[in-house]
């Protein structure tokens, strides 16, 4: 059973597309968070929704809207896709501030 | 913004040799955690600080709070192969932005067995 996770693994698609990465928690965690790791594995938080309500968002392209539907569901929807939005996208949960994390197993985005 | 460096960015190290590594900030937190990262996997938390000069462990892993709450550290003891990854530090202020954690740019560890 796994408690946070995303869909696809993997997604290859062509500059200018719009595309979707799903998530999904089974902890009855409140938060959930999207993170961008990229080439150099360094850790930048994008969102973070507590009991479906947006509380964090950073400074992101607004090509980049999240979603969600229920407490245990946030979804990441990417419009125009550029090169540079390569990378790998994690989703995460936790139960309260001051917590740690539950993450995904990530989403390699490669762009071409 | 706030940041967070590790140090060392990299380790090269024997099987069964302890490992230490530190984590250092601009600016003050109030719970500390760190990950573990394996490739092709999201980081798994090994361990949650809360307290200035806590000293917390976890099998063969001990944490410690810095006093002045703009450090931590990590020690592994009696390392084993399967101890290879990223180790991130990451730091959150408990009232304040809504628990979102600050990740350092990560040490990666090698272990020649």
């Known amino acids: 059973d796994t408690a946070v996770s995303q869909t696809p693994k993997y997604l290859v698609t062509q500059m200018g597309n719009d595309k979707s990465i799903k998530c999904e928690q089974n902890l009855g965690h409140d938060t959930m968070y999207w993170y961008k790791q990229d080439s150099k594995k360094f850790l930048k938080i994008m969102f973070s929704?507590?009991?479906?309500?947006?509380?964090i968002n950073e400074t992101v392209p607004n090509r980049f809207s999240p979603k969600s539907p229920d407490k245990a569901h946030l979804n990441l929807h990417i419009n125009s896709l550029e090169l540079g939005d390569s990378a790998v996208y994690f989703c995460?949960?936790?139960?309260?501030?001051?917590?740690?994390?539950?993450f995904g197993s990530g989403t390699r985005l490669t762009v071409v | 913004g706030q940041q967070l460096n590790q140090s060392p960015q990299s380790m090269f190290i024997q099987e069964g040799e302890d490992v230490s590594m530190n984590c250092t900030s601009s600016s003050i937190f109030n719970t500390w955690l760190w990950y573990k990262q394996d490739p092709g996997e999201g980081p798994v938390l090994l361990i949650a600080l809360y307290k200035a000069g806590e000293l917390t462990s976890n099998g063969r892993l001990t944490a410690q709070f810095g006093t002045t709450r703009k450090d931590s550290f990590l020690n592994i003891s009696a390392s084993i192969p399967s101890d290879v990854g990223i180790y991130f530090c990451a730091g959150q202020l408990r009232n304040f932005g809504a628990g979102k954690s600050t990740f350092g740019d990560g040490t990666t560890l090698t272990v020649k067995p």
């Open positions: 995460a949960s936790s139960q309260a501030k001051g917590r740690g994390y539950t």
């Open positions: 929704y507590n009991n479906k309500e947006l509380i």
